[in-house]
């Protein structure tokens, strides 16, 4: 019998030890899975994981895709307000550095709700002068809502060469008419109030300074006034002649020495500013100062 086959192997007690260490790997085998199962099993996890990235990856480059091809499609009046908008955006920092730039020139501005005030103060020969304004509307396309530029300035043919493509030239040229205009202006007023005595009546000009005429003498206590003067300025932008014409009323106008000073007017009228050539005149009485027309 089997129960005495296992007593004459060792007894009940081997028996015993025998069944429960064929319990316990049992046991075992059941709390731990085999290696080759658990490894296929993390195998597993990492093939789904993979797929799930590649999956995440292709949903990404189909929605970059997309708003390229978004971007690329966009309408063109979206594009086209979007360029001006920043136009516009680079117009105004522009202006605002170039106001900063050249405060020390006579420019000066502040900014308004539409756009920028920009003030031209004008000097001439350490005088300061008249100022102006212009207020600029800071849009595409640039524009000026109103200013304090005199008529017969042409505001509009600067505007019209340089306002779009180059603020900064536009304002330099404009300082420049201004500033010829105020020192010309300048020049006139000065001969017409501390002068007056040299001259017979009062001084001829135009609106613009730019063409004068006048008879003057050059002996204070003369009662006759022999000289005719005629100045003009083709440019705009200087406050010297271009053109003087001087003339000898006289009646030995045909002398070699009336010729002669006449001559030298007209040279003080080129290089010299009115007020200075009759300052020479006042200081020197009959004798020309002839030091000036060096």
Not at 95 to 121: D, E, H, W
Request: glycine share 4%; with cysteine; charged share 25%.
């Amino acid at each position: 019998m089997e129960w005495a086959n296992d007593k004459s192997k060792g007894g009940v007690l081997a028996h015993l030890e025998r069944l429960e260490t064929q319990m316990s790997r049992s046991c075992k085998n059941l709390e731990d899975p085999p290696r080759e199962t658990a490894e296929s099993d993390l195998g597993t996890k990492i093939r789904k994981l993979r797929c799930l990235r590649d999956k995440l990856r292709a949903e990404v480059k189909q929605r970059q895709a997309r708003i390229k091809a978004s971007t690329a499609n966009a309408e063109p009046d979206q594009t086209l307000e979007i360029s001006e908008q920043e136009a516009v955006g680079g117009k105004e920092e522009n202006m605002k550095a170039i106001l900063q730039a050249y405060r020390f020139t006579g420019l000066s501005g502040k900014r308004t709700s539409r756009g920028v005030c920009v003030c031209i103060s004008t000097a001439f020969e350490g005088n300061l002068l008249d100022s102006y304004f212009v207020d600029l509307v800071i849009q595409k396309p640039l524009r000026i809502h109103h200013h304090s530029v005199p008529v017969f300035i042409p505001l509009e043919e600067i505007s019209a060469k340089y306002l779009q493509t180059n603020i900064q030239h536009f304002l330099f040229c404009l300082c420049e008419y201004l500033n010829a205009y105020a020192g010309r202006k300048y020049q006139a007023d000065q001969l017409q109030r501390d002068f007056a005595a040299f001259l017979a009546g009062p001084l001829q000009r135009n609106s613009l300074c730019n063409l004068l005429s006048f008879t003057y003498k050059v002996e204070p206590q003369s009662r006759s006034f022999p000289f005719c003067a005629r100045l003009l300025y083709k440019d705009l932008t200087t406050t010297l002649p271009t053109d003087v014409t001087i003339t000898y009323q006289g009646t030995d106008a045909s002398s070699t020495s009336w010729e002669e000073q006449r001559a030298s007017h007209e040279n003080l009228f080129f290089t010299k500013p009115l007020h200075q050539v009759f300052t020479s005149f006042a200081r020197n009485g009959e004798r020309l100062d002839m030091s000036l027309v060096s």
